[in-house]
């Protein structure tokens, strides 16, 4: 796929995941490094978050369960609620978590957990 193609695509698909004002607010990476923001949308979301074969709540659900599992919980906040846009519900996200507490740890899910609520409180 071209750039221009790859970007485009990368906005379009960004903008069903999130709300115009997350969107303007991480924007400003573009003035940081025009670059490194072409990646993030070109790449990460034209070209991988678009793929078929999975749906956007399923590539979220993967998502939350990698980040989890680093301790990303900068990133995590994000696309906690990138997920809840995208249609998980409250209940399968708090399973996420409590599935990634018996494989990473207490430590990291609490903070999951408590990052969830703040998101769950927020989206109502």
Not at 85 to 109: D, S
Request: proline share 2%; aromatic share 8%.
């Amino acid at each position: 796929m071209a750039k221009e193609g790859r970007y485009k695509k990368g906005m379009d698909t960004l903008k069903e995941m999130i709300s115009e004002d997350t969107l303007q607010a991480i924007s400003g990476m573009k003035d940081i490094s025009p670059d490194f923001w072409e990646m993030i949308v070109g790449f990460g979301y034209g070209e991988v978050y678009s793929r078929e074969g999975m749906s956007l709540a399923e590539r979220e659900i993967v998502t939350l369960t990698t980040l989890i599992t680093q301790g990303a919980f900068g990133q995590l906040e994000f696309h906690l609620r990138a997920a809840r846009k995208v249609g998980l519900t409250e209940a399968q996200i708090i399973e996420i978590i409590i599935q990634c507490a018996a494989y990473v740890g207490f430590p990291k899910a609490t903070q999951a957990m408590q990052l969830a609520g703040k998101v769950f409180e927020e989206t109502r």
